[in-house]
């Protein structure tokens, strides 16, 4: 999750939780235009088949060396690259990420590659969405439009809180001068939202969920149609509340009728390094259901450094705002539980000693499961 400075000292306020109305709960849409574009398996070589099938709450990774680093262009200087978010498509990993720099705070960078080991040394594009703030991307294809999507944060100073949700897309996700410029998500801001943050859509069979967090350990959810996407979104809801903090990522357990969202906490705090952060893990029965803790206490956690083995030196302290590899690439977020992979952002305490927010060096790695 990337933060404007203008909003690192909001105070948070009590959000009004509305009951679900009865029109709320009518889901009936026909579904046409469907059509997905040719897909490829999003499993690399190198992962490792969990032969244990859906999660059961234990998970154990192995960590290699960063796969991306901050790059300075001959006229900034960057200072990380973070809250990813990622497809395989035509053959090609896609990968959208926040770069923080000295010239412009918050921007979202795009590469392509086709191997992992070819990350960090490809031609990087910074997308020419706004002149301002823009950051922590998702990016999906949405089959009913036969577009590509990229929800991400802007700031909008008319606006309380400033921080909207907006979205752009393209026909062309391997062009990074084809999105078009960012549309807010909603029209008005929902008289119960006073600060939201981490905007993520994933989609069932007749509607689109928004979920996002608010910094106090809740994590909120908004709804449309599927026929009014990427509009008419529904007053939050409160999905979940718990020891969690943001970037809630959420997604679709193939082989089952199962839904898995990952969330961002906060461990202790030691003088001098601020708090580390690591992932829990909760699963449901449906996107408007209740969320059930799967790995979702610091003892037990679905990524941090009690349940990582590191492979060479220990680049790490946090595992932070990350995407589980996805099966596909389609609004449904399919990912396979045998084939677990997670992108993240990380850096070690020592790193973040005496730094600001901004200039903290994240770098993005990958954990795989342990054989």
Same mark, same amino acid.
């Given at each position: 999750? +990337?933060? !404007? ?8 306020? &009590?959000? $009004?939780?509305? %009951?679900?109305?009865? %029109? ?7 579904? @046409?235009?469907? $059509? ?24 154990? /990774?192995?960590?290699?060396?960063? @796969?991306? +680093? !901050? ?5 900034? $200087? ?22 923080? *720099? ?9 590469? +392509? ?8 040394t490809v031609e990087r594009h910074v997308l020419n969405l706004s002149d301002g703030y823009y950051c922590a !991307? ?12 990229? &929800?991400?944060? @802007? #700031? ?22 084809? /999105? ?7 029209? $008005? ?6 600060? /939201?943050?981490?905007?993520? @859509? ?31 979104? *529904? ?8 020891? &969690? ?7 679709s357990l193939k082989g089952s009728d199962k839904y898995l969202t990952i969330i961002e906490a906060q461990g202790? *705090? ?27 206490? %610091? ?16 680049? +790490? ?48 790695? #990958? ?5």
């Amino acid at each position: 999750m +990337t933060k !404007p400075g203008s909003l690192l000292c909001i105070t948070l306020v &009590i959000f $009004e939780l509305p %009951a679900l109305s009865a %029109a709320q709960r009518q889901h009936r849409l026909d579904r @046409v235009g469907n $059509e997905l574009p040719t897909l490829q398996p999003a499993a690399t070589q190198s992962s490792q088949d969990n032969p244990k099938g859906p999660p059961a709450g234990e998970f154990s /990774w192995v960590l290699d060396g960063p @796969v991306l +680093t !901050p790059f300075s262009p001959p006229d900034d $200087e960057r200072f990380s690259v973070k809250d990813p978010t990622i497809v395989r498509f035509a053959d090609n990993w896609h990968l959208f990420y926040t770069v923080r *720099s000295k010239k412009q705070s918050h921007q979202i960078e795009y590469i +392509t590659f086709e191997r992992w080991e070819d990350a960090d040394t490809v031609e990087r594009h910074v997308l020419n969405l706004s002149d301002g703030y823009y950051c922590a !991307p998702q990016v999906f294809y949405f089959s009913p439009h036969k577009h590509w999507y990229l &929800i991400y944060q @802007v #700031i909008d100073p008319s606006r309380k809180p400033a921080l909207q949700p907006a979205y752009s897309r393209t026909t062309d996700i391997a062009d990074p001068r084809s /999105w078009t410029k960012p549309v807010m998500l909603f029209t $008005e801001n929902p008289d119960n939202v006073k600060m /939201w943050i981490d905007f993520w @859509v994933i989609c069932d069979d007749t509607r689109a969920h928004l979920f996002f967090t608010s910094l106090n350990g809740r994590m909120w959810r908004s709804e449309t149609e599927l026929a009014d996407f990427p509009h008419s979104w *529904s007053k939050p809801l409160l999905a979940l509340t718990g020891d &969690i903090f943001e970037a809630s990522h959420t997604y679709s357990l193939k082989g089952s009728d199962k839904y898995l969202t990952i969330i961002e906490a906060q461990g202790r *705090s030691r003088e001098g390094f601020g708090r580390p952060r690591y992932y829990k893990a909760y699963t449901t029965d449906s996107l408007d259901g209740i969320w059930r803790p799967l790995a979702a206490t %610091a003892k037990k956690p679905f990524a941090s450094p009690v349940n990582v083995t590191y492979k060479g030196e220990r680049w +790490t302290d946090s595992f932070s705002h990350g995407e589980l590899i996805r099966s596909g690439c389609d609004q449904t977020l399919d990912v396979d539980p045998k084939r677990f992979e997670f992108l993240f952002q990380g850096v070690t305490d020592e790193n973040k000693r005496g730094r600001k927010y901004g200039e903290i060096p994240w770098q993005l790695g #990958i954990l795989r499961p342990a054989p």
